[in-house]
């Protein structure tokens, strides 16, 4: 049995950046895509995302900025992770220093446009052609 992409929600996307008009845009382009993009300004409140809520895809990629994670530990990350069901993660890494420790599937470094981001995120779970349509549409 085939499921209708209509009635089939779209998997989410996490985008974890304390830029807030950065995360927008992010946000509009996944969602542009037919990703179910949502943002967190931090890590701590990423943790009120349910990543089972009614109606809704599973979350299956987050995007962190390490810039938001500068006041949490690697473990509070790794928890997170395990808590929203082990989704792919992406870190946008700063250019002068390390990349932070965690179970990062891709790690790109700044300057990074929006264009790129989508592009890597595609490439970690592609949508199926009949299903790439706006989720605003």
Same mark, same amino acid.
């Given at each position: 049995?085939?499921?209708?992409?209509?009635?089939? *929600?779209?998997?989410?996307?996490?985008?974890?950046?304390?830029?807030?008009?950065?995360?927008?845009?992010?946000?509009?382009?996944?969602?542009?895509?037919?990703?179910?993009?949502?943002?967190?300004?931090?890590?701590?409140?990423?943790?009120?995302?349910?990543?089972?809520? *009614?109606?809704?895809?599973?979350?299956?990629?987050?995007?962190?900025?390490?810039?938001?994670?500068?006041?949490?530990?690697?473990?509070?990350?790794?928890?997170?992770?395990?808590?929203?069901?082990?989704?792919?993660?992406?870190?946008?890494?700063?250019?002068?220093?390390?990349? *932070?420790?965690?179970?990062?599937?891709?790690?790109?470094?700044? *300057?990074?446009?929006?264009?790129?981001?989508?592009?890597?995120?595609?490439?970690?779970?592609?949508?199926?052609?009949?299903?790439?349509?706006?989720?605003?549409?």
């Amino acid at each position: 049995m085939t499921s209708d992409p209509d009635t089939t *929600p779209p998997p989410r996307v996490v985008i974890i950046m304390a830029e807030r008009w950065t995360r927008a845009l992010l946000r509009a382009a996944l969602r542009e895509e037919g990703y179910d993009a949502v943002g967190s300004r931090g890590v701590r409140e990423a943790f009120r995302l349910r990543p089972d809520d *009614p109606g809704r895809g599973p979350i299956q990629i987050l995007i962190v900025d390490q810039d938001a994670l500068s006041e949490v530990s690697p473990s509070l990350v790794a928890a997170l992770v395990a808590r929203l069901g082990a989704p792919a993660t992406i870190l946008i890494r700063r250019v002068m220093t390390a990349t *932070p420790p965690g179970e990062w599937r891709r790690v790109l470094r700044r *300057p990074v446009s929006v264009e790129e981001i989508v592009e890597v995120t595609r490439e970690l779970l592609p949508l199926p052609r009949d299903a790439r349509h706006p989720v605003d549409a």
